[in-house]
């Protein structure tokens, strides 16, 4: 092989290009699946694999697939990518340089000479983010087959829209049955991220190698109180949704300051409230609240907490409720072997490396059902995500890429 050359430059020029396609305005990225923006967002990134050669298929969810065909078509194929969907008020890094910066990595392993033995697969994984329905990582959760075609067709969004509707929306065909993918049908899958976190620039460090990724789960909330005006409802015969909403927030953040371990994080993101007049008392509210720990004994005793504090505050301030778990999934324990492939590779070049824990979770949490998986982190300015001023650094991405792609010639060629 060739001296390998990461394009800095035409990698950069992508990013910035990607983060254009918004639903907001610039820098604020916003890209919701099956939206206008999301929509041309796939259209541009499946532009650039065609224009890198690479072979193209979608499944019925919308998941991307982008091939480099090895010599020996027979083996299980290396796979890596991430995702472009991206939550409102967003930033340009988060999964678009697992995609952007795979193809990257390929593009600069074609231009070396090296050819593989076993094909190389990218995947744009369908609504990584849970800003649809409530649920993150519906394309890898169905691969993985970790969510059921049920839960699946039973899913809606904030206007009632299912996925069947959805899926029309972004021109996918076929049924949700034949996206899931057979066991071991990769050698491995490797995703490049954003640590999200503050450790490896506080620390100084080019890479982390991330050995397990956190337990994560949500539960979806409707409450209904009693509405009224807000002068002439008078307090004691209140029957606030709002209310009733504050205090379950504030039972979350109990719930996660008490387990016991330093890694279980609770967050109510979603709180809307009808009918949203300043003159008018809240008569019903939605939450949703995200609840995750590496460990999972932690994370579900606070679960079970949370969901005696909602029932104890919705009684107590007579509020109907109804509450259902979204989701409540297992850690991912990284594959021992491409954990070290990555970790030599980065040391081979130079660089210093991390072995770490993923606390925010991936498509890599599922596809780990799937095959022996790892991830690739590199630094982030002061560890901001999920925002416009989310930042690494040119240099930072090279880095990242440049392990990939020679983490991608070693399991290739194995």
């Known amino acids: 092989?060739?001296?390998?050359?990461?394009?800095?430059?035409?990698?950069?020029?992508?990013?910035?290009?990607?983060?254009?396609?918004?639903?907001?305005?610039?820098?604020?990225?916003?890209?919701?699946?099956?939206?206008?923006?999301?929509?041309?967002?796939?259209?541009f990134v499946k532009s650039l694999c065609r224009q890198a050669g690479l072979v193209l298929r979608e499944d019925a969810v919308g998941n991307i697939f982008a091939r480099w065909e090895g010599t020996d078509k027979n083996l299980p194929a290396v796979a890596?990518?991430?995702?472009?969907?991206?939550?409102?008020?967003?930033?340009?890094?988060?999964?678009?340089?697992?995609?952007?910066?795979?193809?990257?990595?390929?593009?600069?392993?074609?231009?070396?000479?090296?050819?593989?033995?076993?094909?190389?697969?990218?995947?744009v994984f369908t609504s990584e983010e849970p800003t649809r329905f409530g649920i993150g990582c519906l394309g890898s959760r169905l691969l993985g087959g970790v969510l059921s075609l049920e839960r699946a067709a039973a899913l809606r969004d904030r206007d009632g829209k299912d996925l069947e509707f959805w899926r029309a929306e972004g021109g996918c065909t076929g049924s949700l049955d034949s996206v899931k993918l057979p066991k071991d049908c990769y050698a491995a899958f490797v995703e490049l991220h954003i640590e999200q976190g503050p450790i490896l620039e506080a620390e100084n460090l080019d890479i982390g190698v991330v050995e397990k990724i956190a337990a994560p789960s949500t539960l979806r909330l409707q409450l209904t109180g009693v509405g009224g005006h807000a002068g002439a409802t008078l307090m004691p015969g209140r029957r606030d949704a709002l209310l009733a909403g504050a205090e379950i927030a504030l039972a979350v953040e109990q719930a996660a300051t008490t387990t016991g371990s330093p890694d279980t994080v609770g967050t109510t993101g979603v709180f809307r409230i009808e009918p949203g007049a300043v003159n008018s008392v809240p008569c019903r509210a939605w939450l949703e609240i995200d609840l995750r720990d590496t460990l999972v004994k932690s994370r579900d005793a606070a679960l079970v907490q949370i969901e005696a504090a909602v029932k104890e505050i919705c009684t107590r301030r007579k509020i109907e409720f109804t509450m259902e778990r979204l989701n409540v999934d297992p850690p991912a324990i990284c594959d021992a072997k491409v954990v070290a492939t990555a970790e030599g590779v980065a040391k081979k070049l130079g660089y210093s490396v991390k072995r770490m824990v993923s606390r925010a979770y991936h498509d890599s949490l599922f596809m780990a059902q799937v095959c022996p998986t790892t991830m690739i982190f590199i630094p982030c300015y002061q560890g901001y995500s999920h925002r416009p001023d989310e930042f690494s650094s040119p240099e930072q991405i090279e880095k990242g890429v440049r392990v990939l792609a020679e983490t991608f010639a070693e399991l290739a060629n194995r």
């Open 1 to 43: 092989m060739n001296p390998l050359v990461v394009d800095t430059n035409r990698l950069q020029r992508e990013l910035d290009d990607l983060a254009l396609i918004t639903e907001s305005e610039p820098p604020v990225v916003t890209r919701v699946l099956f939206s206008e923006s999301d929509l041309r967002g796939r259209a």
């Open 80 to 123: 890596t990518g991430s995702h472009i969907d991206a939550i409102p008020n967003a930033g340009k890094y988060d999964g678009v340089v697992g995609v952007l910066g795979a193809l990257e990595a390929i593009r600069a392993l074609r231009a070396a000479s090296f050819q593989p033995k076993r094909s190389i697969e990218l995947i």
